[in-house]
């Protein structure tokens, strides 16, 4: 059993808004706000989803400023029932209950019939034992006999319902002690009766702040992120209404949810959704006519806790629903059905002095009082027609329902409604009738935010800097129109746990059982834009905690950046800050979980995710004890760019024809091993070690005058190509900029720079556009415009946030880190020239390969492409358990293993060690360069 957790966010499901409220005005201020942020983050409301945010954001080193409209902390868990649910929770597994975060997705669509936002709701679930956990870990208790299938709600299929012994009370207790001590050393600041009543935003809409007001004075408070954690518009009869298209019944939620939050979304172009989900409770006892109402007594209509001995009529008269019929949401959708959700529970005399109370703690004096008092929901009279016409209720319908009612009973028939609880027919003494009406304590309408908590506009674009949190996001989008267990509570809590940054997205899974005290952080590739969360399986199997981040931001596809565009700080978010923060919160985490942390923490990635473990060991050095870089690392994607535009370049004549073919490239191949295969004293069809090889494409130049078709030799133009691909760009003086291509790659050029879209040629143009632009912005941009002329200087601003090109590695050696690199010598984009180049850079700040390869060892893999296995052979290694022997028992690796498998899997991480032998086609060992054997 694992735990799984995706600290990243909740968002909101249902319909636009454009309800016509009145909005604040948004003030515009000067352009360098930015630089002027005072906070990392700015909380509006200090309730269930603000206070985690703010803890969380604070352990994480952001510097947190908390705005609380009310003089106290937990918003309405004073008041709340504070049930939470949850699979895989240290409750469940002291019962022995088997669970998991998909059963509970699927209890929880079926419960709400698939009303609540299916992807959100994936995302509660999966985030939920993690924070019902983390709140255990703070001192949170539920009561004798919790986690229970259901309390109030249609039931789950599994325990996994609880609360704590002081309903939500608990949950504060368990929160705030955190928060405190945050404040109390200056992580947080919080400023209590303040109000937020503007959002303050620049010339491009983006929001960079808030204005509060108290005591009558107004201040602007800058911030990189506002996280509206406000609550919702429960306590605001003429908001709620408008939302929900029904009169606010009850005065249960606490008064300063007056929607303030909505407000200032909408203020600056977001837009609310989810009113129409909105369904009322099964009906309350309100002490007035005037509404919104006070609650003067509980209905008890659960049929497992009071079998139903009345029957329930609408205004019409009419047995709408069967009494006692079990499903809370089949009761609840058939009073949403009644005029002014309203219902008249009728009864005589006899079933009043027979039944129990169902006013919960109402006692026979008090009901008696409450007929004789005249309270205005209490009606009673010597006769059926006079009671109906008391109470509001169309005496002719009344009587048909009882007549109809009595008649199958007396008969021994079936309810025509189905109900099977009939104890006593109607008729023996004084009519009674009392009046309840459907009730909620939350609004279903809520802030419209996408995947990552951030405030939508109508046309689906991001208002930038500006989530939405908590019940701020309306009932609708996680409970769906239903009543959903601890769709609420929990998800604010959860939602907020990945606010540690305000853009990082990130996931921890945590073994329940058999945790090796390891840790391991996995990296993602390309452009990221994704939690590659998935490639940790073989690391969990193992008993590893793990972790990943989609680097601070989220991506249409892995090779989009446009989530750059003109946006500095996710660039410095993907070049490095993501990764350590992850590192930092996802260790705390393991250490409040198990109570210990990790003895070893490891990082691993391919690609782009090796540029994170290098530039993580050169800035964060105390990260991690080792970093795993398996496949082509991107050192530098300045001189990564210019290498795929010379490639893709120089297979192109004048008129932007291809030259070579994929069959000269074959040609191209075959000379190569000709020429160097047994150089490594072996003929198998691939070359040990490309940097003996010295062939020359000019030994397969054709001879004759008119060979442009010769299937045996290439063109001259054909072989200026190939050197070029060899060599690789040069500046203007010649000196070059980047390595090229390894002899015996050839095959490997189509499709990545030749062929008819060349797959990296849109890759670095989309680097170019949005990356590393020196200018902003430049969407049109192609690879055709790049200049080769230009010097590297010109992208060294944005280079700076994004290299791990850098070879001091002092601070990382000196705490005893390690470095495993695996480079592929079939790599394309990151040609497996270039690690030697920089592993000899390495050594000579170093100061020999003995003081190296101490901390920094590089494996060149014949055949291996980029992240994937290559040709011929696909092969695997147990890195993971290489790493552990060097970083805890100081053993480096002077050979190692690479494995050929059975059934190639997809991603080179999925295979599990140990291998069985009947797994293993081949297996061949290497030595670390610069040794040959």
């Given amino acids: 059993m694992r735990r799984r957790v995706f600290l990243e966010s909740l968002a909101a499901g249902g319909v636009v808004a454009g309800s016509g409220l009145g909005a604040p005005l948004v003030w515009t201020r000067d352009r360098d706000m930015r630089q002027r942020a005072e906070w990392d983050l700015i909380v509006l409301g200090a309730g269930t989803a603000g206070m985690p945010a703010a803890i969380f954001a604070a352990q994480a080193g952001a510097r947190v400023l908390v705005i609380e409209a009310t003089s106290q902390l937990g918003g309405t868990l004073d008041r709340s029932t504070g049930q939470v649910s949850g699979s895989q929770t240290v409750w469940q597994r002291a019962k022995g209950i088997e669970d ?213 009529v609408n205004a019409r008269g009419q047995r709408f629903v069967r009494e006692d019929h079990p499903s809370h949401e089949h009761r609840q959708q058939a009073l949403a059905r009644q005029p002014g959700h309203r219902l008249w529970v009728v009864f005589d005399s006899a079933i009043l002095d027979a039944a129990p109370s169902l006013l919960g703690k109402w006692n026979r004096e008090r009901v008696d009082a409450a007929f004789r008092d005249g309270h205005p929901m209490f009606t009673r009279a010597e006769t059926l027609s006079t009671l109906a016409l008391r109470a509001g209720i169309d005496p002719q319908g009344l009587r048909q329902s009882v007549e109809t009612y009595n008649l199958a009973l007396r008969a021994g028939a079936a309810d025509p409604l189905g109900r099977l609880h009939r104890p006593l027919p109607l008729g023996t003494g004084a009519w009674h009738a009392i009046r309840m009406s459907g009730w909620t304590v939350m609004s279903f309408a809520g802030i419209s935010v996408d995947s990552s908590l951030r405030v939508l506009r109508a046309d689906g674009q991001v208002v930038p800097n500006l989530f939405a949190a908590g019940e701020a996001l309306g009932a609708g989008a996680l409970s769906g129109n239903a009543y959903t267990n601890g769709s609420m509570v929990t998800s604010a809590l959860a939602a907020v746990s990945g606010f540690v940054t305000p853009q990082v997205g990130f996931e921890v899974r945590l073994p329940l059982e058999q945790w090796n005290g390891r840790f391991l952080q996995q990296g993602c590739r390309g452009l990221c834009g994704y939690v590659p969360i998935d490639a940790t399986g073989d690391a969990l199997a193992r008993g590893y905690a793990v972790a990943a981040t989609d680097m601070g931001h989220k991506g249409a596809n892995s090779q989009s950046a446009i989530w750059a565009a003109n946006n500095e700080q996710a660039l ?46 050169q800035r964060y050095p105390e990260d991690f004890d080792g970093i795993i870089a398996n496949g082509g690392v991107v050192f530098n994607f300045t001189r990564s760019t210019y290498l795929i535009a010379w490639s893709v370049l120089a297979n192109r004549d004048a008129e932007g024809k291809q030259i070579m073919s994929v069959d000269d490239l074959k040609l191209l191949h075959q000379a190569v091993l000709r020429s160097c295969d047994a150089l490594d004293g072996e003929r198998d069809g691939e070359l040990a070690h490309p940097q003996l090889c010295r062939f020359d494409p000019a030994t397969i130049q054709c001879r004759a005058k008119d060979s442009s078709s010769a299937a045996d030799c290439l063109s001259a133009q054909k072989v200026a190509v190939a050197k070029k691909m060899y060599a690789g760009p040069v500046d203007t003086a010649g000196r070059s900029i980047h390595p090229g291509m390894a002899p015996g790659s050839e095959l490997r050029w189509s499709p990545a720079f030749f062929g008819v879209e060349p797959r990296y040629e849109r890759f670095a143009a989309e680097i170019m556009r949005y990356l590393l632009s020196p200018t902003g912005a430049n969407p049109g941009f192609e690879l055709s415009q790049f200049d080769l002329a230009w010097p590297t200087s010109r992208f060294a601003k944005a280079e700076a946030q994004l290299t791990a090109d850098g070879t001091d590695y002092r601070a990382f050696k000196s705490r005893g880190g390690k470095i495993l690199m695996l480079h592929g010598w079939n790599e394309s984009a990151m040609p497996g020239t270039y690690p030697l180049q920089y592993y000899d850079r390495l050594v000579a700040e170093a100061g020999s390969v003995e003081a190296a390869q101490e901390f920094f060892r590089l494996y060149m893999v014949p055949g291996e492409m980029h992240c994937t296995s290559g040709i011929p052979e696909g092969r695997h290694f147990d890195s993971l358990a290489l790493m552990e022997r060097w970083v805890e028992q100081g053993e480096p690796m002077e050979r190692i293993t690479g494995y050929e498998v059975q059934v190639e899997p997809k991603l080179p991480e999925q295979v599990r060690f140990p291998l069985p032998p009947a797994a293993v086609k081949s297996e061949r060992s290497f030595v670390p360069y610069p040794k040959l054997r």
């Fill in 100 to 312: 998991s975060p998909q059963a509970h997705y699927a209890d929880h669509m079926r419960i709400n019939r698939s009303t609540s936002d299916p992807e959100l709701t994936r995302l509660f679930v999966e985030q939920a034992p993690a924070t019902l956990n983390w709140l255990a870990g703070e001192g949170f208790t539920v009561l004798d006999g919790d986690p229970v299938r259901g309390k109030g709600h249609d039931p789950f299929l599994v325990a996994r319902y609880q609360s704590g012994p002081e309903r939500g009370r608990s949950l504060l207790k368990a929160m705030q002690p955190s928060f405190e001590r945050d404040v109390a050393k200056g992580r947080i600041v919080i400023r209590h009766e303040t109000s937020a009543v503007e959002l303050i935003v620049d010339e491009r809409g983006a929001v960079r702040g808030v204005v509060v007001e108290s005591g009558g004075r107004r201040e602007d408070c800058l911030g990189a992120r506002v996280l509206i954690a406000t609550g919702g518009c429960a306590a605001n009869p003429t908001m709620f209404a408008d939302l929900h298209g029904v009169p606010l019944t009850t005065a249960s939620a606490r008064p300063s949810s007056q929607g303030q939050g909505l407000l200032l979304a909408l203020g600056v172009g977001g837009v609310l959704r989810g009113g129409e989900k909105y369904v009322p409770l099964y009906g309350t006892l309100l002490d007035g006519e005037l509404m919104p109402a006070g609650q003067d007594g509980s209905f008890q209509h659960d049929p497992e806790r009071r079998p139903p001995w009345e029957i329930h």
């Fill in 572 to 617: 410095i978010d993907f070049g490095h800050r993501a990764t350590h923060v992850t590192a930092q919160v996802a260790q705390q985490l393991v250490t409040r979980f198990y109570g210990r942390s990790a003895e070893t923490r490891l990082f691993r990635g391919c690609g782009t995710g090796g540029r994170q473990g290098l530039i993580s060991a």
